[in-house]
Antibody, heavy 114, light 111 residues
Framework: QVHLQESGPGLVKPSETLSLTCTVS????????WIWIRQPPGKGLEWIGY???????NYGPSLENRVTISLDTSKNQLSLKVLSVTAADTAVYYC????????WGQGTLVTVSS | QSVLTQPPSASGTPGQRVIISCSGS????????VNWYQQLPGTAPKLLMY???QRPSGVPDRFSGSKSGTSASLAISGLQPEDEADYYC?????????????FGGGTKLTV
């Protein structure tokens, strides 16, 4: 049974960089799709992007120019960086796995505020 | 504005059958599998249906999925109080910016 756990600062100042890590257990990050999705408070799901096990990435249009997703297979971790954040980036951030987004982490709330 | 269109709300009484629709286009639902996710209050979404009509292990057969052209539907029969949740449809989209998943705006089901 795969388990995903997001971690990182819960509060980020405007214009700074949001950095999150997702630690994976029960599966290897050298297989499958690894995904980040976010959900602003009270709103729906928003696709951020994915990294495939061959290193290929693709990002959704909403964050495309500010986001980087990477994999550290030696640590079995997935990471997310979002540059120059604003209040609009306040959301619960989820890491997830699989072509069908089969498994999700519990999510971590990131608030952008000074 | 979500790429896939869902009704914002749906409701039913215990035992009833409810259908939630999801409308897309040729670049997403029209050419890729559709998945559905259930999000109970205060929890992460959970995969409820994949590849249009396939249920992951543990999902009751009261839930069923279908697709026709660029639209998909999730049916819940024998509605139970614990089905009260937000439901999201999703599909891979073969857009100009590469392959990304697009979501519906979510349907809040009240039982």
């Amino acid at each position: 049974q795969v388990h995903l756990q997001e971690s990182g600062p819960g509060l980020v100042k405007p214009s700074e960089t949001l950095s999150l890590t997702c630690t994976v257990s029960g599966d290897s990050t050298s297989t499958s799709y690894w995904i980040w999705i976010r959900q602003p408070p009270g709103k729906g799901l928003e696709w951020i992007g994915y990294i495939y096990n061959n290193g290929k990435t693709n990002y959704g249009p909403s964050l495309e120019n500010r986001v980087t997703i990477s994999l550290d297979t030696s640590k079995n971790q997935l990471s997310l960086k979002v540059l120059s954040v604003t209040a609009a980036d306040t959301a619960v951030y989820y890491c997830a796995r699989g072509f069908s987004i089969d498994d999700w982490g519990q999510g971590t709330l990131v608030t952008v505020s000074s | 504005q979500s790429v896939l269109t869902q009704p914002p709300s749906a409701s039913g009484t215990p035992g009833q059958r409810v259908i939630i629709s999801c409308s897309g286009s040729s670049s997403n639902i029209g050419s890729n599998p559709v998945n559905w996710y259930q999000q109970l209050p205060g929890t992460a979404p959970k995969l409820l249906m994949y590849n249009i009509d396939q249920r992951p292990s543990g999902v009751p057969d009261r839930f069923s999925g279908s697709k026709s052209g660029t639209s998909a539907s999730l049916a819940i029969s024998g509605l139970q109080p614990e089905d009260e949740a937000d439901y999201y449809c999703a599909a891979w989209d073969d857009g100009l910016d590469g392959r990304n998943v697009v979501f519906g705006g979510g349907t809040k089901l009240t039982v």
